[in-house]
């Protein structure tokens, strides 16, 4: 690191020496130096991309090197955090489900954290809540109405359990919905039938006048 931050500055190339102590002379303090220097400054150039190894194509040192990275992923990474708070304020459930829809959110988070501004559980919560739809409102208000924060993991459960509930309500009237649908099948075939046995009566009728 001090060949990195710059708290081991290069020494002077050449010394006074010779005979006379007067003559300039090759230091080999700055021989050693620049050895070290450049095993770390070839480490960061092969951790590089290729188009970020041209913004640093003039380096030669590990410092003058750092220097520029830092301020370049810095002002990434500020970008970056502010795309990801966008996303996580944008984000709807819509029509995916509870799983994938906090699945999304929590991913988002992770991203918050990977560009060093982690978002903690209530902060998260909130975002999760804001993108739920209307039919989730009974959660969203036992949530607010909570006197101690609730968890990331503690919320899926709740919106988990609910949407599961709400499935079960839905399912429970296609059932009801069938059975009138067969019964009202069912009477017409009963009047089909009765048409039936007049025609058979008809054709008693026929028969009588035939003899």
Not at 99 to 113: C, H, P, Q, S
Request: neutral net charge.
């Amino acid at each position: 690191m001090q060949y990195i931050d710059g708290s081991s500055p290069a020494p002077a190339k050449e010394i006074d020496g010779g005979p006379d102590g007067k003559q300039k002379v090759p230091n080999p303090g700055y021989t050693i130096w620049l050895a070290y220097d450049q095993q770390v400054f070839s480490y960061l150039v092969a951790s590089l991309s290729r188009d970020v190894l041209k913004q640093v194509a003039s380096c030669v040192t590990a410092t003058d090197l750092w220097k520029p990275l830092e301020e370049l992923f810095a002002s990434q990474t500020q970008a970056r955090a502010v795309n990801t708070r966008i996303a996580l304020a944008n984000t709807k459930k819509g029509a995916t489900s509870v799983d994938e829809y906090v699945g999304k959110m929590r991913a988002l988070g992770d991203e918050m954290a990977a560009a060093g501004k982690p978002i903690d559980d209530e902060e998260l919560v909130s975002y999760i809540c804001t993108g739920l739809d209307i039919e989730f409102n009974p959660v969203v208000s036992a949530i607010l109405a909570r006197v101690e924060p609730i968890s990331v993991t503690e919320l899926y459960s709740q919106l988990l359990a609910f949407e599961q509930r709400m499935e079960l309500l839905h399912g429970s009237t296609s059932p009801s919905a069938n059975a009138a649908t067969r019964g009202r099948g069912g009477y017409n075939r009963g009047r089909g039938n009765g048409s039936g046995g007049r025609g058979n009566n008809n054709r008693g009728h026929g028969n009588g006048s035939g003899g």
